[in-house]
């Protein structure tokens, strides 16, 4: 598990994926810090390294990268931790397109493409 705070590469993330799961990375996005840990078979691994971290938990939300894809195919929305009725979040997706443009904008952040 690793907290990018800086850069990261599409390349470093394909050689990730080939380690656990072969064509995608769990990341788990703080919103709010800009930040992301990536790299676990659990997003609740990278919720619970963030959250040690001082994150707080309804910043953080659970995707996929697929570094192999570009574009919108690149990030999936999609993790057991974002179900947060109290948040509004009723599936393992993001429901609402503004909480999912600030996690596209943390990963363009992040990612060298």
């Known amino acids: ?6 850069k990261i590469s599409k390349s470093e993330l394909g050689e990730m994926a080939k380690n656990i799961f072969g064509n995608l990375v769990k990341a788990v996005v703080d919103v709010e ?26 910043n953080l939300w659970g995707i996929n990268l697929y570094p192999e894809l570009e574009g919108d195919e690149f990030v999936e929305f999609d993790s057991m931790i974002n179900i947060r009725p109290r948040q509004n979040n009723r599936s393992r997706g993001v429901e609402s397109s503004e909480i999912q443009k600030k996690i596209v904008a943390v990963v363009d952040k992040l990612v060298i493409k």
């Open 33 to 58: 810090k800009g930040i992301m840990a990536v790299d676990a078979e659990l997003h609740a691994d990278l919720e619970a390294l963030l959250l040690e971290q001082g994150s707080k938990q309804e």
């Open 1 to 6: 598990m690793k907290i990018i705070e800086g």
